[in-house]
C-alpha cells in the first residue's frame, strides 16, 4: 500500500515537473540579436547601449543580444538573412546592396529595412605629426590600417583610395580601430583611417601614445568629384580641439549611420523599441553611453534614410509626425 502511495506521490511530482517545465519554456522570451561592431567602435556601443536599457530588457517576449562584428557590411549581409534581427548600418550600404552595386557583389539585399538615424559617421585619415604625410597621396608605399575587413570602414576606405588611384599603391592592414591604434603606437603603421563617429577612442588612445594629424580629406573628395558620383556622403569637418594636439578643423566625409532591421522582424517589436529608445529618458540613456549620440532625435528620425522603411518603424515616424 505505501508503495502505491509512494508511487502515486512520486507520479504527481513529476507530471508538476514536467508542467513547470514546459510553461517556462512557453513563457520563454525570444532571442532577438543586435548586429553591432568590431572593439573600439561606435556600432558596438548602439547595440550595448539598447541591450543593457531597463524597459528593453524587461520586455515581456523578447530579450535583445548585442553582438560583435566586423561592422556595417556584414551587419548588412546577416540581417537580410535574418541572422541579425536588429544591426547598424550605414545608410550608403543599404542604399548600396539593395540596388547590387556593392563592390564585387551585385547580390540584392532587399530585407534589410531601415528603422531610424542615429549620427553622422566621418572619415577620419590619423598619421604622425612629422611624418611628411599631408595628403591621401603621401600614402603610396606606408602601412595604413584600414578596417576590419567586412566592415563599413573597410568598404568605405576602398570606395576613396580607388577613386583617389592609391588603393593598390599603399601597403594595406584589415583591423580593428583598437588594434590600428596600436599598432600606430607601436609605429608598426603609418596611418590609420576610420569610419565612426568622434571623438573615437581609438584616436584618444593613439595621441596619448604619439603626437597625432589628421588628415584633410574633405577638399580631396570636393576637388575629385567624390561627392558627385556618391551622392549619399554629406561634408563635415572633425572641430579643432576634438583630440589631443589636433588644434585645427578637419574637413571631411561623413555617411549616415542607420539602425536597420530585417523585414522578417516583428513590426510590433520594432515599433516598441522605437517607443522606448526615442524618449526623453531612453535618449539621455543612449547618451549617457556616448556622446555621439546626441544626434539621435526624434525630429532626425529619419534623416539621411534613402530606403524603404520597416512598417513598425513606418508607424511609429508617421506617429510622431515625422513621415506623413
Known amino acids: 500500500m505505501k508503495s502505491k502511495i ?16 514546459s510553461s517556462t519554456t512557453l513563457m520563454a522570451k525570444k532571442r532577438i540579436v543586435f548586429g553591432g561592431g568590431p572593439a573600439g567602435g561606435t556600432f558596438q556601443v548602439v547595440a550595448n547601449g539598447v541591450q543593457v536599457y531597463k524597459p528593453v530588457k524587461a520586455l515581456k517576449d523578447y530579450t535583445i543580444k548585442a553582438q560583435s562584428s566586423a561592422g556595417s557590411i556584414e551587419n548588412l549581409r546577416k540581417v537580410d538573412r535574418n541572422r541579425s534581427q536588429l544591426g547598424v548600418v550605414y545608410s550608403g550600404h543599404v542604399y548600396l546592396g539593395r540596388n547590387g552595386m556593392l563592390k564585387n557583389d551585385t547580390n540584392r539585399y532587399e530585407n534589410v529595412l531601415a528603422v531610424a538615424f542615429l549620427y553622422g559617421a566621418p572619415a577620419q ?55 590600428a591604434a596600436a599598432a600606430f603606437g607601436n609605429k608598426q603603421l603609418d596611418a590609420f583611417w576610420l569610419f565612426t563617429a568622434f ?102 528620425g529619419v534623416y539621411g534614410i534613402v530606403t524603404p522603411l520597416h512598417p513598425g518603424a513606418e508607424r511609429f515616424w508617421k506617429e510622431k509626425g515625422v513621415l506623413k
Open 6 to 21: 509512494l508511487s502515486f506521490l512520486l507520479s504527481g511530482v513529476f507530471v508538476l515537473t514536467c508542467f513547470a517545465f
Open 125 to 179: 585619415l590619423v598619421v604622425r605629426k612629422g611624418s611628411g604625410i599631408k595628403n591621401p597621396e603621401d600614402l603610396v608605399g606606408k602601412k595604413v590600417g584600414v578596417g576590419n575587413a567586412g566592415s563599413g570602414a573597410f568598404a568605405n576606405c576602398e570606395l576613396f583610395f580607388n577613386h583617389l588611384g592609391i588603393w593598390d599603391r599603399v601597403e594595406r592592414n584589415a583591423m580593428g580601430y583598437n588594434d
Open 199 to 300: 571623438p573615437s577612442g581609438a584616436v584618444i588612445m593613439a595621441a596619448q601614445t604619439n603626437d597625432i594629424g589628421l588628415i584633410d580629406l574633405g577638399a580631396w573628395a570636393r576637388n575629385s568629384g567624390f561627392f558627385e558620383k556618391y551622392p549619399y556622403f554629406t561634408k563635415l569637418s572633425v572641430p579643432a580641439g576634438t583630440y589631443r594636439g589636433v588644434d585645427y578643423e578637419a574637413p571631411s566625409f561623413q555617411d549616415s549611420t542607420l539602425w536597420v532591421a530585417s523585414s522578417e522582424t516583428p513590426a510590433d517589436l520594432v515599433y516598441d523599441l522605437l517607443s522606448l529608445i526615442y524618449t526623453d529618458e531612453g535618449l539621455k540613456h543612449m547618451v549617457g553611453q556616448k556622446k555621439t549620440f546626441k544626434a539621435m532625435s526624434v525630429d532626425k
